[in-house]
Structure formats: structure tokens, C-alpha cells
Nanobody, 127 residues
Framework: QVQLVESGGGLVQTGGSLRLSCATS????????IAWFRQAPGKEREGVAC????????YSRDSVKGRFTIARDAASNTIYLQMNSLKPEDTAVYYC????????????????????WGQGTQVTVSS
């Protein structure tokens, strides 16, 4: 049974940092893409970053490049999202999601391509 459990959200001031964790179980990293998505109030869900199993390559959206880093801890099967220089526009519920690599040829893919999701963790950045 695939499980994804996020933690690490909270309230932080502009310019601050948070590290989100996604504890995973029930699947092999090598065969899957694990991604972070976010959804702000009144906005559509958007992909933030992803880790591609097999190649161990990482990708992130332009608006977070240089500020957010996605990384994997193989020993604990945990995916992290280190978020630095946070801005109010980063405020959202952040979700961890997983899909088999073969589901799509896209780099990270859209949310509808992901069958497995965590419960989400709230990140609030105050100005």
C-alpha cells in the first residue's frame, strides 16, 4: 500500500526558510516520480518540483529555482523540499505525490497524472 505523509509546514516571515518532508512507503523510488505540488486559496494546483527515480534527476518550476531544493534521503525513503527566501506568494497547501515513471513521458507532469497523494501541509508566509 502506497503511503505519503507530509510534515514540516508552518508560519514563517518573508525571507525565512522551511523544510517539508514526505515520508514514503509501499513503492520503489527507482520506478517512480515523486513531486511536490501546491495550491493557494482560489488558485489552481501547480507543480513545484519533482524527483525522477532511476535517473535521480530533479526539476523545479522557474519561480522557485534558486530558492527551493528537492532532495531524497534513500535510507529513510523520504523526499524533502527545502524552501529558502520564502515569499508571501509561496503561501499554499503543499502536497507530496507519486506516480510510476511509465505513466507519462513528461518531465514532472500534471497533477492528474499522479495516483498517489499525501494529505498536505500548510505553508504560510507573512509579509
Amino acid at each position: 500500500q502506497v503511503q505519503l505523509v507530509e510534515s514540516g509546514g508552518g508560519l514563517v516571515q518573508t525571507g525565512g526558510s522551511l523544510r517539508l518532508s514526505c515520508a514514503t512507503s509501499g513503492f520503489r523510488f527507482e520506478n517512480n516520480v515523486i513531486a511536490w505540488f501546491r495550491q493557494a486559496p482560489g488558485k489552481e494546483r501547480e507543480g513545484v518540483a519533482c524527483f525522477k527515480g532511476g535517473t535521480s534527476r530533479t526539476y523545479s518550476r522557474d519561480s522557485v529555482k534558486g530558492r527551493f531544493t528537492i532532495a531524497r534521503d534513500a535510507a529513510s525513503n523520504t523526499i524533502y523540499l527545502q524552501m529558502n527566501s520564502l515569499k508571501p506568494e509561496d503561501t499554499a497547501v503543499y502536497y507530496c505525490a507519486a506516480r510510476p515513471v511509465f505513466y507519462s513521458d513528461t518531465v514532472c507532469g500534471a497533477g492528474h497524472e499522479y495516483p498517489y497523494w499525501g494529505q498536505g501541509t500548510q505553508v504560510t508566509v507573512s509579509s
